[in-house]
């Protein structure tokens, strides 16, 4: 079984703005609210490809019903912790460029917390945890050690796509998958990456310090695929970007609903870099039938 766990969920409000004019009063031309937060992207993704998850994580108010009533109506699974503080909003603003403005996210008590601990404690062996994004404020500073304890505990395996210190000390515990993007590849080794053929020996130390695949994902160049067998570079097939939000999310879902199946690590990242760009160039996330048809046009090579 596949669970995703979003500690963080969020209401995405993604509004369109011709100009913005920043002390002045700014008339939106579009808007709508999407459900949001990684894990649950990956959820719906995974769910479009016909592979079923269990959606897990905190979810509270007006707003966590929001989500909860959108994943309901998709059909997908979710197991989530009630919490009393509503789930946060986080604003996607189109203009001339993209601009996100992310909520802190509710307070979690410590007992809301104990039960997602306590539910992760039921796991079994073939069972993958997908752990997605950031952590309210709230939780302890080590809550996705905790959660990867116990993943660990019940030898189920974990996939993390968090940042900094929760990402490197995830690590040794030997993740199936890690995604960073360029920027969150320099910032955890400090340095400034910005060519392919810098980042090659960052992606080799991420699997010398324990991840079993990494994926550094870089946009619109597509991204790079370091494993045991080798590195491969993947090329994004060109196309009108829509919307950037999600690509990440997408890539992992497409990753992992393959490498479930297949066991193909290189067919697993084909199908990654489809769902990847498939979301960029949809408004929301991608369905199944783009994401297919990207498929074909995706070239990976061996580095
Ligand atoms: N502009 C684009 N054109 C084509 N493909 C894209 C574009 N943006 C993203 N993708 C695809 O999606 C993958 C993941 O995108 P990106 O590197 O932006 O991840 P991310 O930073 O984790 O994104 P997010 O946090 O918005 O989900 C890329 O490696 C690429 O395959
Ligand atoms: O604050 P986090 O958890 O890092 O990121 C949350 C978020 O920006 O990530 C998703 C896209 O990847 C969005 O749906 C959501 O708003």
């Known amino acids: 079984m596949i669970y995703t766990v979003t ?13 913005v004019t920043l002390g002045k009063l700014n008339k939106i031309h579009t808007d709508f609210k999407l459900p949001g937060g990684k894990g ?23 707003t966590g019903e929001f989500i909860a009533n ?21 604003i ?12 802190r996210g509710p307070t979690i008590t410590n007992e809301e917390a104990d039960r997602l601990l306590r539910k992760l404690s039921e796991l079994k062996e073939d069972d993958v945890v997908i752990l997605s994004g950031s952590k309210p ?5 080590d809550f996705y050690q905790q959660l990867i304890k116990r993943i660990s505990g019940s030898n189920a395996t974990f996939v993390i796509d968090t940042t900094g210190k929760d990402l490197e000390t995830a690590l040794s515990y030997k993740p199936l998958l890690i995604k960073p993007n360029t920027v969150e590849l320099s ?41 045991s067998e080798g590195v491969f570079r993947g090329i994004s097939p060109s196309g009108t970007v829509k919307n950037s939000v999600g690509a990440g999310d997408s890539m992992i879902a497409g990753f992992i609903g393959e490498f479930m199946k297949s066991k193909n690590a290189v067919k697993a990242f084909k199908m990654g870099l489809a769902a990847g760009s498939a979301t960029a160039f949809s408004d929301d996330l991608a369905k199944k039938e783009d994401i297919l048809s990207i498929l074909a046009a995706v070239q990976v090579e061996e580095f």
Not at 96 to 102: K, P, Y
Not at 199 to 209: A, D, H, R, S, T
Request: hydrophobic share 40%.
């Open 7 to 19: 500690l963080n969920p969020s209401i995405d409000y993604v509004v369109q703005v011709e100009e």
């Open 187 to 227: 910032d955890l080794f400090n340095v400034d990456l910005k060519k392919q053929e810098e980042i090659i020996p960052y992606g080799k130390k991420l699997l010398e310090l324990g991840a079993e695949h990494v994926i550094v994902s870089m946009a619109g160049d597509g991204a790079l695929l370091f494993t």
């Open 70 to 90: 959108w994943l309901k109506n998709e059909c997908i699974d979710t197991d989530f912790i009630q919490v009393q503080d509503d789930t946060r909003i986080n």
């Open 92 to 103: 996607k603003l189109k203009s001339i460029e993209e601009t996100e403005i992310n909520g």
């Open 40 to 62: 649950i992207n990956v959820s719906r993704i995974l769910h479009a490809l016909e592979t079923e998850s269990t959606a897990l994580g905190f979810l509270g108010g007006f």
């Open 137 to 141: 404020p709230s939780l302890p500073e």
